[in-house]
């Protein structure tokens, strides 16, 4: 079985609002529906949850109403713990499951790229979209310029197979390892390679206000 886990806990201090930026709306629809409505929509998911803050599952609750089989998860201080909560959720676990971890910022995903990442993951034990990096890129450490064609901008969603990353997060939660920037970072580090893929389709991140200014161009 597949499952899609959807991250909404962040607090947006980058964008220095009091709503998170997930809560806002554009063309009258929460920022978070819209990768969810793209999840819901590909039918190939058993279950999707949603991890977030509890202040906002009324919020939640009223704009996912008409869907099923959505599960509310309350959410961590840290992205790290909102993911372990989630991965608890689950507790009959088999070898055919995959779980799809995603960040509610990024609102472009297409089911074609989530059909890509679920094939490559039940062959690599994971998968993990990226881009190339196109500018020019200088190390001040080293003072040297990098080999940007070993450079990889890593992307969410990210996908495994179930019982491996939870293990990944359980020795990390055990070792008291908090040093993650996301979650292929944890595979790597306690289960096996990446296995990444090359995503070619527009992913933007919202982290900042201009960037909802440049939504405008994709939606």
Known sequence: MNYFVLLCGGSGKRMNIVTPKQYLKYKDMYIFMYPLLTAIKSKLFKKILIVANENYFSLIKDATKKYKNIELIKGGKTRQESVFNALNYFDDINDKDYIMIHDSARIFIKTELLKLLIDSAKKGRN???FKYEKNALFDSKSNQYLDRESIKIIETPQTFKLSEIKMAHTLAKKEKYVNVL???CLF???IAP????ENKQYNLKITTLEDIKEIEKYL
């Open 194 to 197: 990446l296995n990444f893929v």
């Open 188 to 190: 790597l580090k306690y």
């Open 182 to 184: 996301d979650d292929g």
């Open 127 to 129: 998968s993990i979209p």
